[in-house]
């Protein structure tokens, strides 16, 4: 072989080897949440049917992480929150600094816990929550889904004794 042509032999076999090494990264990268609910998600809509339906098609940010049997679920909300203005003095809030807080933080979701998937039910077990009663009285969170690609719906349904309604909240991955 001459100097050339040896030359031109490694450089090829060097390219096909970093070609192949990103597509096998890739591939791994993929393959750990492709089919799988773990990931990153944001809400990217939210529909209601039956009692008290609406829509939210441009819903507030929003950041929902599944990883190894394990959730965190932060939500702006439905509507645009509103900063309250600062108080005169923070160690002593009047009532009407201490309502404005609580309509600044009302539409606010925080929760984190651990989850499992049994078919096509997806259920979380809530540790801690901004809501005390979600982490203490409401009991695990078992909604339905359905998982296409990188869109993941979870379906949930009125609990018994209320009036009939279906919660769908379309989520996206986040890549």
Known sequence: MSGISRAAAVGLAVA???SASASLAQAARKGSTE????GVWKITNVATSG?????????QPSVIIFTRGHYAYVSGGN????????????????????LAKFEEWDGLTGQAGTF???GTTLT????????????????????????????????????????????????????
């Open 116 to 118: 499992d998937v049994k």
């Open 124 to 175: 979380r077990h809530p540790t801690v929550a901004k809501n005390v009663a979600v982490m203490t009285t409401d009991g695990p969170i078992a909604q339905e889904f359905t998982l296409k690609g990188d869109s993941l719906v979870l379906i949930s349904k009125s609990a018994g004794g209320r009036p009939a309604s279906e919660t769908r909240t379309m989520l996206t991955r986040v890549r």
């Open 16 to 18: 096909i080897a970093v």
């Open 51 to 59: 009692a008290n339906a609406a829509t939210t098609s441009s819903p």
């Open 35 to 38: 089919g799988s609910v773990e």
């Open 79 to 98: 509507q645009p929150r509103k900063a309250s203005p600062p108080p005169k003095d923070p160690n002593k809030l009047t009532d009407a600094e201490k």
